[in-house]
C-alpha cells in the first residue's frame, strides 16, 4: 500500500524561530513528483552551471589532446613545449651574435678605408701646399686653411691653394725668387760648386799640401 504525498504547501511544523517546515518531495529517484516539479534558478546560478559544464569540457578536450600528442599529463606538455621554445630561442640568439660580428667586421673595415682615403688625400694636399713654398708649421696651418670639400678634385685642389696663398702669403715664405730657380753661389760659380778661396787662384796643384806638411814640421822650410 502506497502512502499518499503530503501537500506541500502544508506545513508540518515550526521551527523555534518561527520558520514553516515543509515537506520535501522527490526524495526518491521513483517518485512521480519529479516529473511535475518545477527547479527554479537565477541567472547567476545558471551563469554558475554554464561554466561549471563549460570548464569541465575544456579539460577533457585538453586531456584529449594531451594523450593524442603522446604525453601522459599536462605537466610532460609544458616541459617539452618550454623546451622547444628555449631551444627556438638559443638559435635564434646564435645568429644574432654571427649577425653582429659580421657588422662589426664590415665597419671597422670600413673605417680603415677611411682613414686610408683621408691620409691620401691628405698628403696629395700637403704637396700640392709645398709645391707653393709652404714649409714646417706654416704648412701644417695652411692644410687647416685649406677648407675645401674631401671630394674635391685636382684643379679646384690647386686653385685653392692659389688663393690661400694671395690672401696668405705669411704661409708660402720658402718660395724662392727668380722663378723658383735657386740663387746663384757667390762669384759667380754655379750653386752647387763652392766658390773659389781667396788667393788660390795661381797656386799649383799639391802646394797646399806641401805648406800643410812644412807646418807640421815634416819638410824643412823653403829657402
Not at 526518491?28 to 513528483?33: I, M, Q, R, V, Y
Not at 609544458?78 to 654571427?98: G, I, N, P
Not at 688663393?163 to 754655379?190: H, I, M, N, V, Y
Request: charged content about 30%; glycine content about 8%; proline content about 9%.
Amino acid at each position: 500500500m502506497t502512502r499518499p504525498l503530503p501537500d506541500p504547501r502544508t506545513a508540518l511544523g515550526y521551527r523555534r524561530d518561527g520558520r514553516p517546515i515543509y515537506p520535501i518531495l522527490g526524495a526518491s529517484s521513483a517518485d512521480p513528483s519529479n516529473d511535475d516539479a518545477t527547479l527554479t534558478l537565477s541567472q547567476k546560478q545558471l551563469n554558475t552551471l554554464l561554466a561549471r559544464e563549460k570548464d569541465q569540457g575544456g579539460r577533457a578536450a585538453v586531456r584529449a589532446l594531451v594523450e593524442k600528442l603522446g604525453f601522459s599529463t599536462n605537466t610532460d606538455l609544458t616541459d617539452f613545449v618550454t623546451r622547444q621554445r628555449q631551444t627556438e630561442q638559443d638559435q635564434l640568439t646564435e645568429t644574432q651574435r654571427r649577425e653582429q660580428d659580421l657588422t662589426t667586421r664590415e665597419n671597422a673595415i670600413a673605417a680603415r678605408e677611411a682613414q686610408a682615403a683621408a691620409r691620401e688625400r691628405e698628403a696629395s694636399r700637403r704637396a700640392v701646399l709645398a709645391r707653393e713654398g709652404s714649409t714646417g708649421e706654416d704648412l701644417d696651418d695652411a692644410l687647416t686653411l685649406l677648407r675645401i670639400p674631401d671630394d674635391a678634385d685636382d684643379a679646384t685642389v690647386s686653385t685653392a691653394v692659389h688663393e690661400l696663398k694671395t690672401r696668405r702669403p705669411e704661409l708660402f715664405t720658402a718660395s724662392a725668387p727668380g722663378g723658383g730657380q735657386p740663387p746663384a753661389a757667390p762669384g759667380g760659380a754655379p750653386a752647387s760648386v763652392p766658390p773659389p778661396r781667396p788667393g788660390s787662384t795661381d797656386r799649383k796643384p799639391g802646394s797646399a799640401g806641401i805648406e800643410m806638411a812644412r807646418r807640421r814640421g815634416l819638410i824643412p822650410p823653403a829657402q
